[in-house]
Structure formats: C-alpha cells, structure tokens
C-alpha cells in the first residue's frame, strides 16, 4: 500500500510540472498575442508567437524549481517561462495596449481554470463516472483537471501581486501618474527582494483565494 502511494505521489508530481510548464507556455503566449493584436510584431518576428514549448522553456523555472519544491513538499508551487518580448513603444496606444499585454496571460490562466473547473462539477453530464475521493480509484481526467485548475489559479492569482516582475506590475506602472513615478522606480530596482519578502509574509494570506476559487469552480473541497 505504501509503494502504491509513493507511486501516485511521484505519478502526481509529473503531472504538475508538466501541467504548469503548458500554463505558463499559454500565459507566454496569450501576452505576444495580445501585443500583436495591438500592432506589435516582436514576438513573431522572434518566433515566439507560438504555444511550441521549447521556444518558451526556462530550464530553472519551468523545470528545476517546480521539481524542488515538489521534493520539499511546500505549499507553494510555482515556475515561469521565458517573457515572450514586446515593444511598448508599437503599440497602437501605449497606455491601454500594455495594459491588455500585461493582463492577457492572467486572463488565459483564469479561462483554462473556469473551462476544467466546469467539466470537474459537471463531469457526469459528458459521460464520466462521478468524482471519488480515494486516488487509487480517481478517474485520470479528473486527477488532472484538478491540477489544471490549481496551477493556473495560482498563476492568475499569483500574476496579479503588483510587484517586478509580475503582471500585475506592469498594469500599476501604465495606471501610475507621473507624480508617483519614484514608485515605479523603486520596484524595478527591489522588485525582486520586495517580491521574495511578499512570498515568506504576505503570501499565506492570499493564498486562500485559491481554494475559495477551486472549490467555487469545481464543487469540491481543495
């Protein structure tokens, strides 16, 4: 029985780092999409307007961090791909246009989470057999529907922190007024450090959102 568990468990681990690595491939994707929607052709012009996901692999953070923390068994589980590259200045309207860049990628994690979220709650109406705890005995779609909709719920969440370099950053930066603008500076400056300090304080008190939001979605308790 305990082999059996270990087998699910590292079966499970895989399947989130594969999982995640296709998030952030669509989330990389939908921002050079979104920026060619608004007359920027950068990213297809670097062959990365693509969901290929070689073009978009970071080795550390799609790869080596996601398989760390599963080891570490933390509660936090997160990576990233290679920012897809855009020109603000083609833009055809610089404020609004990076503003939709920014939140493009967040938008398709949340649409990936609602879209398998749905098909968890009313799995039994497509023809599958009903959701059971037990995950020896789980139906394998819902096994990974359920860490499709945790991983992009925790990158659209995650996304949204206004710290570099997250997107939700570069969506204060373009509302900022230029009085304001040493906020700005500061963050791109300490973003990093700012941001490591948000995951080890702030974090656990956001992190909620994501169970209130999967249980909402998908019927079941996270």
């Known amino acids: 029985m305990k082999d059996t568990y270990m087998q699910v468990q590292v079966i499970d681990g895989i399947f989130y780092i594969i999982v995640l690595i296709m998030s952030v491939v669509v989330h990389e994707f939908c921002h050079g999409y979104a920026a060619y929607l608004q007359g920027d052709n950068t990213a297809r012009d670097q062959n990365r307007l693509t969901l290929n996901p070689l073009k978009h692999l970071d080795p550390f953070g799609s790869v080596i961090l996601p398989a760390l923390l599963l080891l570490m068994h933390t509660d936090f589980l997160i990576g990233w791909a290679r920012p897809v590259p855009y020109n603000p ?28 979220g749905l098909l968890i709650r009313f799995g039994t109406v497509f ?8 995950p020896t005995l789980i139906n394998p779609f819902y096994k990974i529907a359920i860490i499709i909709v945790i991983v992009n719920l925790v990158l659209a969440i995650f996304n949204l922190v206004p710290i570099p370099p997250l997107d939700g950053s570069k969506v ?9 603008r ?4 500061f963050l791109e400056r300490w973003g990093i450090f700012v941001l490591l300090l948000f995951i080890l304080t702030l974090w656990k008190f956001i992190a909620p959102l994501v169970s209130i939001a999967f249980s909402f979605l998908t019927g079941l308790q996270y």
Not at 93 to 105: D, E, R
Not at 127 to 134: A, K, R, S
């Open 89 to 116: 200045n083609n833009l055809r309207n610089k404020k609004t246009g990076t503003i939709w860049v920014a939140i493009a990628g967040i938008l398709a994690n949340i649409l990936l989470a609602v879209i398998f």
């Open 127 to 134: 023809g599958l057999p009903p959701y059971t705890n037990d």
């Open 172 to 180: 204060l930066f373009a509302l900022l007024p230029a009085r304001l």
């Open 182 to 185: 040493s906020i700005e500076n």
